[in-house]
């Protein structure tokens, strides 16, 4: 079978960069479109309630997602730093590691999100008439956790070792499944909210399997159960590197879900139109996850390789192509924005108009300021690819407070665009810590390096 994997610590930079950010902004936007489609047939077959009901919840549903995802994506740092370093051996050791960490992680996050479920959407102030679809949804998701769990470690691993093509693949498959079942169960069969649910982890299943399988021939990334040399000292080393990229993504969630609660207590009207910007949030960060994973695996693999002044080439170059991205997806939201908000939302309800420009404001703020939250995404992955995850963590705080502080403040002086800015306050807080450590810790490593 013809490898898969990249090795980035040859050839141009900026070029391997782009090259491996390709193939996973391609998944992303498959991964964005089933994501969509959940929202716009359940918004348009169900109505602005259950549109409500899944905005009410996404942020909680979405800190579930970001444990698992925050954790294999740390687990991988040292995998990439151990395939640039060429060590088989410790690198076959730490798969079959951090794979028994992550199955035994699942179980306790998804038992923990089960039995918070309703005592956190009450403190969301989720308000009476969505607070059951919202519950019977997140119920759903949680349950699907060693699912979401597997599919992270799976695809993080074949992207540390520069493999962007089969996460596109099986997120491409997973895409058509999600939107053919979405559609059969949410518009064909009735099932409203569970049926979007399903369609989603039914989906993710079938990603999962595709990767599985690819990593089982790849003898690279093919281990056993001699492979498996767990030690406290190894497992406390995977999850320092992990437990910081979790956390930071639970700090981030609950600035999120604390947003929400005081967007909760607009009403149901402004819900849904803020729901509908923020579906479209993921189309505006497609290609930033893609350049930072890019950098994370760039970053990772010459630091094993001690090629540190490639990594300060590589990030230069890395975030020139990132903000070059976010000005033209800028410029596409500000000409079709109103017409995508517009696809969420039932024609026929009285309050469509009402919901649709709220969305629409949401969506033009965020876009006039899109190039902080892409620069944001290189030096956090850059950091994290360094082995520095504390930084980004702290970063995750910072998101937090401003955040928080924006959304109670603001809105008393220039009303609903108050919520609308303190998204970007939160970009601009991170942004300024990242890029600032980004250059301290990058001159460390070019004065070791000259030094050697």
Not at 13 to 21: K, M, V
Not at 22 to 50: E, K, R, S
Not at 210 to 228: E, G, Q, V, W, Y
Not at 283 to 307: C, D, H, M
């Amino acid at each position: 079978m013809k490898s898969t994997e990249k090795d980035m610590t040859t050839g141009a930079s900026g070029r391997q960069i782009l090259l491996f950010a390709l193939p996973l902004m391609v998944g992303n936007i498959f991964q964005q479109a089933y994501t969509l489609v959940d929202t716009a047939v359940v918004g348009q077959v169900v109505g602005v309630n259950a549109l409500a009901a899944l905005g009410s919840a996404d942020w909680f549903n979405w800190m579930s997602v970001a444990v698992c995802s925050g954790l294999t994506q740390g687990f991988s740092i040292l995998i990439s730093q151990q395939y640039g370093a060429r060590d088989e051996k410790e690198l076959k050791r730490s798969l079959s590691v951090s794979l028994m960490l992550s199955f035994l992680s699942a179980l306790v996050i998804t038992a923990l999100f089960l039995s918070l479920s309703r005592p956190v959407l009450e403190l969301m102030g989720t308000r009476e008439e969505i607070i059951g679809d919202a519950l019977l949804y997140v119920r759903i998701m949680f349950s699907g956790i060693p699912i979401v769990m597997t599919y992270n470690w799976l695809s993080s691993v074949l992207r540390a070792v520069g493999d962007g093509r089969t996460p596109l693949i099986a997120m491409g498959i997973a895409s058509v499944v999600n939107i053919v079942l979405d559609i059969l169960f949410v518009a064909g069969f009735g099932w409203g909210i569970p049926g979007a649910a399903a369609a989603t982890l039914i989906a993710q299943l079938i990603s999962c399997i595709f990767c599985a399988n690819h990593i089982r021939k790849t003898p690279t990334l093919r281990f056993s159960r001699a492979d498996f040399k767990p030690s406290a000292a190894f497992i406390g080393t995977l999850f320092r590197l992990g437990s910081p990229v979790a956390f930071q993504n639970i700090i981030i969630s609950i600035g999120g879900m604390i947003l929400q609660s005081i967007v909760n207590g607009f009403g149901v009207v402004f819900v849904a139109g803020f729901t509908a910007a923020n579906k479209l949030y993921g189309l505006l960060e497609i290609a930033a996850i893609s350049f930072g994973f890019s950098v994370s695996t760039y970053t990772g693999q010459n630091l094993g390789a001690r090629k540190y002044k490639r990594i300060q080439k590589g990030v230069r170059e890395g975030a020139a192509m990132a903000v070059l991205t976010s000005l033209v997806i800028s410029a596409f939201m500000f000409l079709f924005g109103g017409i995508l908000v517009g696809l969420f939302v039932d024609k026929t309800s009285p309050d469509a108009q009402q919901v649709t420009t709220y969305g629409r404001h949401f969506l033009n703020v965020m876009a006039s300021f899109l190039y902080i939250l892409y620069g944001l995404h290189i030096y956090r992955s850059a950091l994290q690819g360094m082995g520095n995850t504390f930084i980004p963590l702290l970063s995750g705080f910072v998101e937090l407070a401003m955040r928080i502080l924006a959304a109670l403040i603001l809105p008393h002086f220039i009303g609903e665009y108050g919520v609308y800015a303190a998204e970007v306050t939160a970009w601009t807080g991170a942004f300024l810590l990242l890029y600032l450590w980004y250059r301290k810790d990058l001159k460390k490593l070019l004065l070791r390096e000259s030094s050697e």
